[in-house]
C-alpha cells in the first residue's frame, strides 16, 4: 500500500507511513510542491533532500 499526501493531511498518518512507501502531490491545490516537501520533512524530522529523494525512488518504481 502506498499513500500520497497534498497539502492537507493528518500529522500522525504522515508521520505512520513508511518512507518507502509515501508519495506527495500538488493535485488538489495551488500550493508549491517545494513548501509540501519541506512541510513533511519537517514534520518528520528528516532533511528535505531525503524525503525528495526517497519519494522520487517510490514514484519511479511505481510509475516508470
Known amino acids: 500500500c502506498y499513500l500520497s ?6 500529522p500522525d498518518t504522515l508521520q505512520s507511513v513508511p ?14 510542491i517545494r513548501q509540501l ?3 513533511a520533512a519537517a514534520l518528520r524530522r528528516l532533511p528535505v533532500e531525503q524525503l525528495e529523494q526517497a519519494v522520487g525512488h517510490t514514484a519511479d518504481f ?3
Open 5 to 10: 499526501f497534498g497539502e492537507r493531511y493528518v
Open 62 to 64: 511505481l510509475f516508470f
Open 19 to 32: 518512507l518507502d512507501r509515501l508519495l506527495m502531490e500538488t493535485d488538489d491545490s495551488q500550493t508549491d
Open 37 to 39: 516537501y519541506a512541510r
